[in-house]
């Protein structure tokens, strides 16, 4: 399993032992813009789900505070999102993640490109009871690093997607709202024309009312090529 350490805004820390990751897709708050997500998809060989939103179970060892990802071919990317965790003692923290996933897994199926790579998590983190009065208005922006040269790829706010409320929802429905859950959101659209197979990735997390942002970073470095 998988151990994961949080700092709070008052400096205190909650270490979370991962039982659980559950991966939302396509978790747009406009389920009609969903179904035109999917449609395009389809074209490019994606399955569709049978249900949206979809929850894709992912190994816990794969939630991960880490500078860096291992790939195993030039096609894998992240995504910009929130994760809900629920703490060793119950609470609830809201942090920055970024799932990394594998493009050319996913044509194959989407639960399987889930599998084969990282949910990268900050190591920081806020209680939910703190900031969930103005979810709707915290941004989430991530870029992409090619050659040193930074680009911004998805720049978003929390409204556009299902709320923490659902998702605590569905968990308690799935009786899974237990300590060492982590639930992953789901992303928002990337920019049109920007390379999301890149060197690296940052992803922020950023509270206007407050002016606090998560932040994390990860470089992408591929791996050797197979012998045998």
């Known amino acids: 399993m998988a151990v994961l350490t949080f700092e709070l805004p008052d400096g205190t820390t909650r270490e979370v032992d991962v039982v659980q990751v559950l991966n939302a897709g396509y978790a747009g708050r406009s389920q009609e813009d969903v179904a035109a997500h999917v449609a395009e998809l389809a074209e490019l060989g994606v399955p569709g789900p049978s249900v949206t939103p979809a929850l894709y179970p992912v190994s816990p060892y794969l939630a991960q505070q880490t500078d860096r ?9 992240g995504e910009a999102e929130w994760a809900l965790v629920v703490a060793d003692d119950g609470e609830l923290l809201l942090t920055a993640a970024c799932d990394h996933t594998d493009r050319d897994l996913e044509v194959h199926g989407v639960a399987w490109s889930k599998n084969a790579g990282p949910d990268v998590l900050a190591r920081r983190a806020w209680r939910l009871a703190d900031v969930e009065s103005r979810l709707d208005a915290l941004t989430l922006r991530a870029w992409v690093t090619h050659g040193g040269t930074r680009t911004e790829i998805q720049h978003g706010t929390l409204a556009e997607l299902l709320t923490p409320a659902y998702w605590l929802d569905v968990l308690r ?3 899974a709202l237990t300590p060492g859950t982590v639930l992953i959101s789901g992303t928002i659209p990337m920019t049109p024309g920007v390379d999301q197979f890149a060197d690296a990735w940052t992803v922020e997390l950023s509270d206007p009312t407050t002016g606090d942002t998560i932040r994390l970073h990860y470089d992408v470095r591929p791996m050797p090529a197979p012998v045998g």
């Open 173 to 175: 429905a799935r009786e």
């Open 69 to 77: 990802v291992h790939a195993q071919h030039g096609h894998t990317s």
